[in-house]
């Protein structure tokens, strides 16, 4: 087990690094000198001199791979570098925007994957009969709506004619409870809903699979309530592809937020992804695709050390 | 195929993507009124003329939406039909040709793309390149490629053990002559059932992208722009926003119907 947890774990790190190799690069691949872009805000064609000392300034005369090396030296030591437009830290705005992303992705995977995993089981107890029926109609149709569809209705019904919440914007924490979970309900349900038609079908295959195998039946004759032999011998057997499934989930949610607080106006890590991208601000986007690499990679390892804990044999190969 | 025409869901998401395959068809000929004229007429609700109402600027919704579904399908079809032909050729070619070293480059390199949030790296891409129809068809076709080479990989690799190869290869068969006659009839089925998924995945990454507005710039018509543009005016009014949103709903939803459909009848054992 220790051994299995070592490997995941230096085996998430070697790939951090390899994408974070592939993110410096990206920034490279663009024709031109980054050096005008720096200077492209300000007012008039830049002089050669201008561009030789931004361009000193910056190391880009550097081989590349000294290159690397000091962009990854800042990185770990979390400084995020600056932004082209706008005159701020990035290792400051960043984990701002970054928290406010959270607040909607993380109640929503826990949502999601838990109603999911719930409606899964009753899907799959109740097999051929009605409640399976609607929920298979249920995760059919919540997996093939797209996200900003799904918001949009929401806002429809629930803002704009019962006008119990706002139609978009971020409320904080010390502004009060009652307007924060206002602001916040909408966004987090339109983004829950994918995850969980994932996460319901996911399961109910899954287990169907185990409740048809051996041991499940001699666990019924040892006399066992069907309560107990769903939720520990089928489920337990059955988590570890869910898992894994709500490993990726996770990663897909970030681009389903960049969707959401586009809809509702929220001020997150997407929105400013998308300003940055209309404005050329590369450095920006390369902040962002490593604090998402970063997020991705920790939760695929987290994922696999679950799968390990799940299912010693996964942990023992 | 017996079954699929017996599956009622299945004929029924058939003939819906039939009939938005023809109006984004024929589009010019269907729709009177240029999808981006402009009238004085704005947020009209269904009425007369205006089969599905007007929008914010005064623009027949109807007619949009014909030509936004040609963008929708065109991007669809064209992005996982790349996909489909690249992944699946170096799927076989590497499944053929299977040794350890191609064996784990290739499924780690698979495992790494297909594991990276798809919108995000459209994003990312469109960030670098640029949005116009034809980057964005290569970058989702560039996104959807890797899941083709890993089904005709799998399915490569498992047909290759079969004795009918074993034999053919003992009679001399050379190895294209396998490939084409022996192999791909064999490995069809799962491209088919992941050629119809993906064509849905796709045009959900173009409405996505579409709809944060980084999809083909107008002229060009699409259904996430429709909603993008409406989203702002809903308290004018619904419509605008709920006809594109209907369509590209029931499109995916009918290709996913369609999807699973053909998975069930052309491969039994992956039946759920």
Redesign the interface.
């Known amino acids: 087990m220790t051994s299995y947890f070592v490997k995941r774990v230096v085996a998430g790190i070697t790939s951090l690094f390899a994408v974070s190799f592939c993110i410096f690069f990206l920034i490279h691949l663009l024709p031109g000198n980054p050096a005008y872009a720096v200077l492209g805000g300000r007012q008039g064609v830049p002089t050669a001199e201008q561009v030789a000392i931004v361009t000193e300034k910056l190391g880009l005369d550097r081989p590349i791979l000294v290159q690397y090396g000091r962009w990854l030296w800042r990185i770990l030591h979390l400084d995020l570098g600056e932004s082209y437009i706008q005159n701020v830290s990035l290792s400051q705005e960043i984990p701002k925007r970054l928290s406010r992303t959270m607040e909607l992705v993380l109640p929503a995977l826990i949502i999601g994957t838990s109603m999911g995993i719930l409606l899964g089981v009753l899907s799959a107890t109740r097999r051929g009969r009605v409640p399976d029926f609607m929920l298979t109609v249920l995760s059919l149709v919540g997996y093939s709506i797209p996200v900003f569809v799904v918001g949009a209705g929401l806002v429809i019904v629930f803002a704009l004619q019962m006008k119990l919440v706002p139609t978009s914007g971020y409320v904080r924490l010390s502004t009060g409870l009652g307007p924060f979970l206002r602001a916040h309900i909408l966004p987090v349900v339109a983004l829950s809903l994918a995850p969980m038609a994932t996460t319901l079908r996911m399961t109910r295959s899954c287990t169907l699979e185990t409740l048809g195998s051996d041991y499940i039946r001699t666990a019924r004759a040892k006399g066992l309530r069907e309560g107990i032999v769903v939720a520990k011998h089928a489920l337990r057997s059955a988590l570890p592809p869910i898992v894994t499934m709500i490993g990726l989930l996770a990663g897909r949610m970030i681009g389903g937020s960049i969707i959401v607080e586009s809809l509702f106006n929220w001020p997150g890590l997407g929105v400013y992804t998308l300003q940055a991208v209309g404005t050329h601000d590369y450095p920006v986007i390369q902040a962002v695709a490593l604090v998402v690499a970063v997020f991705f990679v920790s939760v695929n390892v987290l994922v696999d050390l679950a799968c390990g804990w799940l299912d010693p044999r996964i942990a023992y190969e | 195929m017996n079954r699929l025409l017996r599956d009622w869901k299945a004929l029924l998401a058939l003939a819906l993507l039939l009939i938005i395959g023809t109006l984004a068809a024929l589009a010019p000929f269907i729709c009177r009124i240029p999808p981006n004229q402009m009238q004085v007429e704005r947020m009209l609700p269904p009425q007369g003329k205006w089969w599905l109402g007007t929008d914010i600027w005064g623009r027949d919704i109807f007619s949009r939406i014909c030509y936004g579904g040609r963008t929708s399908l065109l991007v669809g079809v064209a992005s996982a039909g790349s996909g489909l032909a690249v992944g699946g050729l170096v799927g076989i070619l590497a499944g053929v040709m299977a040794g350890r070293m191609w064996d784990t480059l290739l499924m780690r390199l698979m495992d790494?793309l297909l594991?990276?949030?798809?919108?995000?790296l459209a994003?990312?891409a469109?960030?670098?390149v640029g949005s116009s129809l034809p980057v964005l068809i290569l970058v989702i076709a560039a996104m959807y490629a890797p899941q083709f080479a890993r089904v005709a990989y799998n399915s490569t690799r498992s047909v290759k053990e079969r004795d009918f190869i074993v034999a053919a290869e003992a009679i001399g068969a050379s190895s294209p002559r396998i490939v084409s006659r022996a192999i791909l009839p064999n490995i069809v089925a799962p491209l088919v059932v992941q050629f119809s998924l993906s064509v849905?995945h796709a045009i959900?990454v173009e409405?996505?992208l579409s709809?944060?507005?980084?999809g083909p710039a107008p002229p060009i018509v699409s259904w996430?722009q429709m909603?993008r543009q409406a989203?702002g005016y809903?308290?004018l009014g619904?419509f605008p926003?709920i006809w594109p949103?209907l369509f590209?709903?029931l499109t995916?939803?009918a290709l996913?119907?369609l999807g699973?459909a053909l998975r069930d009848s052309l491969d039994p054992a992956l039946r759920?």
Request: aromatic residues 14%; without cysteine.
């Open positions: 790494f594991s990276f949030p798809p919108l995000v994003i990312i469109v960030a670098f849905g959900l409405a996505g709809f944060v507005g980084l996430g909603i989203v809903l308290s619904y926003v949103s590209i709903s995916i939803l996913n119907v699973d759920t």
